[in-house]
């Protein structure tokens, strides 16, 4: 993606079912499980490169052990940062003490991060917000070892608000207004009520209070829990959980927004946000790594046992489609050929753009995450080329040449590797004239891959604000004098912000609402975009249920068409020679690419949460008022 945005998170959980004398054994280390979940956090690398968190957990510790580690970064490399800290501790030990380096019991005793239960985190620091104190996980400390609570996530919560006061009518001081703070607080509260209830019964029953302490770990109802804590939650969201006895869980939410995988064995759970994830560093088949259902939550006991429980009432599955664009490893053989489907079903517009004049048009890709829908987009290009070619052959005849056979099957669409992404540049220069000028080296291109009057065809994953494209991309790609810049972005026209956990929190970031902007003053009916303020403003108090998205009439007057057009012209550099076209995926063939992931607010407004629509309205509320803030 040519526009730098922050999204998304990673989480990955593992519990080693085996006593850790057998990895030992088998393996040839008891650090098996913090070298897997090494290997899961660089896996999911892309999904954040801001702040990186591990939290582990050892079962069956005596009392006055330590059984609970935690390390955070937010360095540069966060998840290098947090391993190399890890593994000068293990080292350490091991230098100082080799009576542990054959003896697991001594090492588990003794070396912090080893054991059977671990967590991982990887983050981008949206917001602003980038302090080691909002990297997670999250720790909830008490000295009942049930009533410790370490807290993972990839989520937003919209209700933010509302949650928290909750909390303080039930008596609770949070330390801040944050969602992650804020759904701990509300998991550890009914934590906290289960274990007290459990005590009271199991005291009864005739046991001591030393006695009771493997009867709660064993009764306690870690569904009921998380039934009652996310009773009210409104967002997108994975959430993993680790419990100082032993047990952890992942939740999903329950339209599928956030992405959660899993797979068991005889010897080990692996949760994670990324399928191919799990796929590569535990050498799985594709078939074998299952998606936790929206809705539901697996839960890994404290003796081993998994099983997998309906939290909360699934809805219309609205699984992010923003995913299978972008964010998620390409490596996912759905996601894959997901992408290679967008390509191709961008083909007849391109094939428009350009009247059909494949011998003078060269194709290529926005390095590096567009390459895939590329590839879709040029299979499509050979096949239509082919089809031409049979008919050409078979209307030519047994009377057809070696020459003009020759002739025919030479035409193939034109590749080209046109543009080179350099390494970062850094935009030191505070002077807006020379950083911009700055900004134009980001790119580089191939000098001679283009001749002149071509038409140049470069396809991206999607165009949210378009400012790299603008100051960077169109004005050196005229350098190679094509006739015509056709950008094609294989996502639909983003017109609304998202608030489940990517950072697109202000509508007039978007180059699609700038557009429709543009249009609206352009035909004199800018007194619209007024009553949409207004008719914001009335819903600023109804129930979240009643909140109707009004920012949709914003778009209505016009047709994708005329708003990519307008795009086109924003876009346009000054001074550029080369007419530029812009191209979007239509809402329909995003759904007939990625039929699972059908949750497309960012292009349609349908938000699959009501607070999705308080947050729309308010975002509209803020540039109608020149607030420059997010909605949520």
């Not at 569904?223 to 959980?241: E, F, Q, R, V």
């Not at 191709?344 to 004049?357: E, Q």
Request: net charge neutral.
């Amino acid at each position: 993606m040519s526009d730098a945005i922050k999204h998304e998170c990673g989480i990955s959980l593992i519990r080693l079912l085996k006593p850790l004398e057998y990895y030992k054994e088998k393996y040839g280390t008891a650090f098996y499980g913090v070298n897997k979940m090494y290997l899961m956090m660089e896996k999911q690398h892309n999904r954040g490169q801001d702040g990186a968190g591990f939290a582990s957990i050892k079962l069956d510790m005596d009392p006055g052990e330590r059984y609970m580690s935690r390390v955070r970064s937010a360095q540069q490399q966060p998840i290098q940062d947090i391993f190399a800290q890890i593994n000068d501790r293990i080292n350490t030990s091991l230098t100082q003490h080799p009576e542990y380096v054959d003896d697991v019991a001594l090492q588990k005793k003794n070396i912090p991060y080893i054991g059977e239960l671990l967590m991982g985190h990887v983050r981008y620091g949206t917001f602003g917000k980038n302090s080691i104190e909002s990297v997670h996980p999250f720790l909830r400390q008490n000295n009942w070892m049930h009533r410790n609570l370490i807290v993972a996530g990839n989520f937003n919560l919209t209700n933010v608000d509302e949650l928290f006061n909750n909390l303080i009518t039930l008596g609770q001081h949070p330390k801040e207004m944050a969602d992650t703070v804020t759904v701990m607080e509300k998991i550890g509260h009914f934590l906290d009520d289960a274990v007290a209830k459990l005590y009271k019964q199991i005291k009864k029953e005739g046991f001591n209070k030393r006695e009771a302490s493997p009867l709660i770990a064993e009764r306690l109802n870690v569904a009921k829990i998380l039934t009652k804590a996310s009773k009210n939650w409104d967002g997108g969201y994975t959430m993993a959980g680790l419990l100082g006895h032993g047990d952890a869980f992942v939740v999903r939410d329950p339209a599928g927004i956030r992405p959660a995988y899993y797979y068991k064995d005889d010897e080990f759970v692996v949760v994670a946000s990324e399928r191919p994830a799990i796929q590569t560093v535990f050498n799985v088949k594709y078939d074998d790594v299952k998606e936790l259902d929206p809705g539901h939550a697996i839960i890994i006991k404290k003796k081993g046992t998994v099983h997998l429980e309906e939290i909360l009432e699934p809805t219309e599955r609205k699984a992010c489609s923003f995913e299978r664009i972008y964010f998620s490893r390409g490596s996912d053989k759905e996601i894959y050929q997901e992408r290679k489907m967008l390509g191709k079903l961008l083909f007849p517009k391109i094939l428009k753009a350009i009247n059909d004049d494949l011998a003078n048009t060269v194709f290529s890709y926005i390095p590096n995450t567009a390459e895939t829908s590329f590839f879709g987009m040029v299979k499509e290009a050979q096949n239509y080329l082919n089809a031409k070619k049979e008919e050409q052959i078979l209307a030519l005849g047994p009377k057809i040449t070696g020459e003009e056979l020759h002739r025919i099957l030479e035409v193939r669409p034109r590749i080209e590797k046109v543009a080179i992404k350099d390494a970062k540049l850094r935009t030191f220069i505070t002077q807006d004239s020379s950083r911009d000028d700055l900004v134009t080296h980001v790119y580089d291109i191939s000098y001679g891959s283009v001749e002149e009057n071509d038409n140049l065809v470069i396809i991206d994953d999607s165009i949210v604000r378009g400012t790299t494209l603008k100051k960077s991309i169109l004005k050196i790609l005229d350098r190679l004098s094509p006739k015509k810049i056709i950008v094609v972005s294989s996502a639909p026209q983003i017109r609304y912000p998202d608030c489940y956990g990517i950072d697109m929190a202000k509508l007039e970031d978007f180059v699609a609402f700038k557009a429709a902007q543009a249009l609206h003053i352009e035909n004199g009916t800018t007194d619209k975009i007024k009553a949409i303020y207004e008719k914001c403003l009335t819903q600023t108090n109804s129930k979240d249920k009643e909140v109707v998205n009004h920012v949709k009439e914003f778009y209505e007057p016009f047709t994708p068409e005329q708003i990519s057009k307008k795009i086109a012209q924003i876009l346009s550099p000054e001074g550029i020679n080369a007419e530029v076209d812009i191209i979007y995926q239509s809402i329909e063939s995003l759904h007939q690419a990625c039929p699972k992931n059908l949750g497309d607010w960012y292009f349609t407004g349908d938000y699959p949460t009501p607070g999705g629509n308080r947050v729309v309205n308010r975002a509209f509320i803020n540039f109608y008022e020149g607030k420059n803030e997010r909605a949520y």
